[in-house]
């Protein structure tokens, strides 16, 4: 059973290059089993950092590992976007392009500040990712935008700030921080509830 969650990140990881691959030689042809693809990631997502804690075995390298497997697939999925449908990724070229800077404005704060990535797996994150899903789920099975991908826009830039002050806040770094205001307590010497099915 220890070996389940990094074997959970590992197939995470290896579906990244599958999707690319199905998306760039066959086109819409596999466009159902991208988006299956997804789901199987979301999944093992969620399952690898939930047998973690109850194994008691969610250290930093496991942690820090999910986290940089999570950008590497979503990053994946956003390619094969590109890939099928690029007038959509043109068309909405500005926000993507801001959510992008967010991302990276995180992690260049991170590295400046603390020396490493962040890893926070904040909760906002968490319906971001959700929100991902959806929106990919329409945009690689029908080529739509619709609401979901509002949403999922929103929750980005959102979801990118509130990573972004945890990084300032954070008097050290540490990763599985729900929010800023988690992040604030922190600060203060103030300690608060986890719970294993979510942080």
């Known amino acids: 059973m220890k070996y389940l969650p990094i074997s959970l990140i590992l197939l995470r990881l290896a579906l990244a290059p ?11 042809t596999f ?24 194994l008691k075995i969610a250290d930093e390298k ?22 099928l449908h690029p007038a959509l990724i043109k068309e909405y070229a500005l926000p993507i392009s801001c959510i992008l800077g967010l991302e990276l404005a995180c992690y260049m704060v991170s590295w400046v500040k603390f020396g490493k990535e962040t890893c926070t797996h904040a909760f906002f994150s ?42 300032l806040i954070l008097p050290s770094w540490t990763h599985d921080i ?4 988690h992040a604030w307590l922190i600060r203060k010497g103030k300690s608060f509830k986890k719970y294993k099915l979510l942080n």
């Open 31 to 54: 466009a159902s089993l991208i988006v299956i693809s997804l789901y199987v990631a979301l999944l093992s997502d969620f399952l690898d950092g939930y047998i973690a804690r109850q």
């Open 126 to 167: 968490k319906l971001w990712g959700l929100s991902l899903l959806l929106c990919f789920t329409f945009l690689i099975g029908k080529g739509e935008a619709g609401i979901f991908f509002q949403i999922a826009i929103f929750l980005g830039i959102f979801s990118q700030i509130d990573v972004l002050l945890i990084i």
């Open 62 to 83: 496991l942690r820090r590992m999910d986290s940089q497997v999570d950008l590497i697939f979503w990053l994946s999925a956003g390619i094969c976007v590109w890939i």
């Open 178 to 181: 729900p929010s800023a205001y």
């Open 18 to 28: 599958s999707i690319l691959v199905l998306a760039f030689l066959f086109e819409r």
